[in-house]
């Protein structure tokens, strides 16, 4: 079993900074892709971006690319995500998710919140005008 477990969130102005961490315990990863996500009240779960977990390959949702950043810290089985230039619309609960992968590129279903296996119970991301 995986347990996920996210911290990091927070109030933030606009235009300002937050640093999501994902912290995994349990079972060692192989053929891992973790991913962060969001979810608004009232909309879907939104795809933000993914990172391999032994390469370190990333994939980005067109709304993000160039403003946050995702990583890892293998030895700390954690995955981060780094948030830069917030804006109101980013204000969402927050969740990393483990997907396990057999064949086929890292990201072909990353962006599939029905893919992955385990889920964090969320951080709340709130930013203000």
């Known amino acids: 079993q995986v347990q996920l477990v996210e911290s990091g969130g927070g109030l933030v102005q606009a235009g300002g900074s937050l640093r999501l961490s994902c912290a995994a315990s349990g079972r060692t990863f192989s053929r891992v892709v973790m991913g962060w996500f969001r979810q608004a009240p009232g909309k879907e779960r939104e795809f933000l971006a993914a990172i391999s977990w032994s390469a370190g390959s990333t994939y980005y949702a067109d709304s993000v690319k160039g403003r946050f950043t995702i990583s890892r810290d293998n030895a700390k089985n954690t995955v981060y995500l780094q948030m830069n230039s917030l804006k109101p619309e980013d204000t969402a609960v927050y969740y990393c998710?483990?997907?396990?992968?057999?064949?086929?590129?890292?990201?072909?279903?990353?962006?599939?919140?029905?893919?992955?296996?385990?889920w964090g119970q969320g951080t709340q991301v709130t930013v203000s005008a």
């Open positions: 998710a483990l997907q396990w992968y057999i064949t086929g590129s890292y990201f072909a279903k990353a962006k599939t919140p029905e893919e992955y296996s385990y």
